[in-house]
């Protein structure tokens, strides 16, 4: 890759050597807005997943739901 320069005795006169010169600025407003729209996503993604795990505790009940030991027949195991 090269970047054209024959020599470097006046680096003021160049300007930028990288493509795309100007325009770091809506880049830079462009990453914030997908940065929003992740965190949007993200937020909503949440709220369905906790409201999915809402539902599954009042249909089974919660000592069902919190069972970590399998016993989801109805039965105590014991206690």
């Known amino acids: 890759m ?3 320069v024959e020599s470097w005795g ?3 006169s160049l300007g930028a ?3 795309f010169p100007g325009i770091e600025w809506a880049l830079a407003i462009v ?3 997908i940065w929003l729209a992740w965190h949007c996503w993200q937020i909503r993604s949440e709220n369905a997943e906790y409201d999915a795990a ?7 009940g919660l000592d069902k ?6 016993n989801h027949d109805g039965m ?3 206690r």
């Open 65 to 70: 739901a919190l069972d970590h030991r399998g």
């Open 31 to 33: 990453a914030v807005l």
């Open 2 to 4: 090269s970047t054209n």
């Open 17 to 19: 050597i990288y493509p």
């Open 10 to 12: 006046d680096i003021a």
């Open 54 to 60: 809402l539902r599954h505790y009042r249909e089974v």
């Open 76 to 78: 105590t195991g014991g």
